[in-house]
């Protein structure tokens, strides 16, 4: 069984981008203690497949390096992308139903997986998929964006877990669907 989990950063009031998608308000690169990764090292090291959405896999391009290292990557996206050379053997597009990726990741064996980027966080959410989140709040309200969680028809209950107090002020909760 395919045990899928959300790992993100949203602002104090729940965004995790700007309307144009910008990341800027995250913490720099120099601003961040050398060494410190918020466990996001420790939380890749269980997992065995990315999942993000074209949007989330463009931003991605942007930075510096490659966050991920040899992880393997799905990316979903109707319309396909380029994937850079350097990045063919790990990244995939893909275009399935969700029912087709459990199923495809079933067969190769995957046992967890990451989401990342809020539509297609918000598409497994809405489908019942995702087990875990480990949102991070960080100290910043940016008051308009693109929020974490879209409409719901339905609450969804969780269950706490864990909370920690990162350096710079940052807050990482944990949360596992009843």
Not at 43 to 52: E, Q, S
Not at 163 to 173: E, F, K, N, Q, S
């Amino acid at each position: 069984m395919v045990h899928i989990k959300v790992y993100i950063a949203t602002s104090l009031d729940g965004y995790i981008a700007r309307e144009d998608g910008s990341i800027d308000w995250l913490p720099r690169s120099d601003d961040i203690p050398e060494g410190e990764d918020f466990g996001f090292g420790e939380f890749l090291a269980g997992i065995d497949r990315l999942v993000m959405g074209r949007k989330t896999f463009e931003s991605v391009l942007g930075f510096p390096e490659w966050p991920y290292g040899d992880l393997r990557v799905d990316v979903l996206s109707r319309t396909g992308i380029a994937v850079p050379s350097e990045l063919g053997d790990r990244v995939q597009v893909v275009s399935a139903t969700l029912g087709e990726l459990l199923h495809r990741w079933e067969s190769q064996g995957v046992v967890s997986v990451y989401l990342d980027g809020g539509e297609t966080i918000q598409g497994f959410l809405a489908a019942g998929l995702v087990d875990e989140m480990t949102i991070t709040r960080v100290p910043v309200l940016l008051g308009k964006g693109r929020p974490l969680f879209g409409t719901m028809t339905d609450p969804v209950h969780w269950e706490h877990h864990r909370t920690d107090v990162l350096p710079m002020g940052m807050v990482r909760c944990r949360y596992a669907r009843i």
